[in-house]
T-cell receptor
Framework: GAVVSQHPSRVICKSGTSVKIECRSL??????MFWYRQFPKQSLMLMAT?????????EQGVEKDKFLINHASLTLSTLTVTSAHPEDSSFYIC??????????????FGSGTRLTVV | GQNIDQPTEMTATEGAIVQINCTYQTSGFNGLFWYQQHAGEAPTFLSYNVLDGLEEKGRFSSFLSRSKGYSYLLLKELQMKDSASYLC?????????????FGTGTKLQVIP
């Protein structure tokens, strides 16, 4: 089946620094990837939809200048948390849609990145 | 926007059957997913419904009624390892682009 690789799995950074998270589709091309954030004991909240070769579409309330998304190729999307603050500490997960007619059967998720800002 | 509702928590006994309900409101419905998520891990795909009716996959079945904005996930012959959160997610085409939005999730505890 489709595999999405996400790195790093855990990162601790100082307040005010930036952190880049990578999401790669390993065995398929993903024109669209999604970025989610999940706080403890809560569900996944969609942050933005990343489209290859174009600007990301951000959900209401998500600061596009703080959460920079780049989808420069069909297999790689990156999320950069800029000027991170402790309240940005969360579990960030990407997902990619599997190609094909039966694409409804697949939104494969990466393993997630646990970000802790100290 | 979307409004996706699920019960917050459920408890069921090993070997039994449990039904997890999900109701949704959306203007551009294009499919409903169920995912399983163990604590600290990424969600894993369980099922997908886009037409009305029941989809069965082994111990898991999922039902959809588009007119009622309703779905359920049915888990049979419960096992202890089924203790996890179950997330209902709706794909939506409104707004000119496709996106998948998750409900709040149902934390299922299976007890002996």
């Amino acid at each position: 089946g489709a595999v999405v690789s996400q790195h790093p799995s855990r990162v601790i950074c100082k307040s005010g620094t930036s952190v880049k998270i990578e999401c790669r589709s390993l065995d398929f091309q993903a024109t669209t990837m999604f970025w989610y954030r999940q706080f403890p004991k809560q569900s996944l909240m969609l942050m933005a939809t990343s489209n290859e070769g174009s600007k990301a579409t951000y959900e209401q309330g998500v600061e596009k200048d703080k959460f920079l998304i780049n989808h420069a190729s069909l297999t790689l999307s990156t999320l950069t948390v800029t000027s991170a603050h402790p309240e940005d500490s969360s579990f960030y997960i990407c997902s990619a849609r599997e190609p094909g007619e039966l694409a409804g059967y697949g939104y494969t998720f990466g393993s997630g990145t646990r970000l802790t800002v100290v | 926007g979307q409004n996706i509702d699920q019960p917050t928590e459920m408890t069921a006994t090993e070997g039994a059957i449990v039904q997890i309900n999900c109701t949704y409101q959306t203007s551009g419905f294009n499919g409903l997913f169920w995912y399983q998520q163990h604590a600290g891990e990424a969600p894993t795909f369980l099922s997908y419904n886009v037409l009305d009716g029941l989809e069965e996959k082994g111990r898991f079945s999922s039902f959809l009624s588009r007119s009622k904005g309703y779905s359920y996930l049915l888990l049979k012959e419960l096992q202890m390892k089924d203790s996890a959160s179950y997330l209902c997610a709706v794909r939506d085409n409104s707004g000119g682009y496709q996106k998948v939005t998750f409900g709040t999730g149902t934390k299922l505890q299976v007890i002996p």
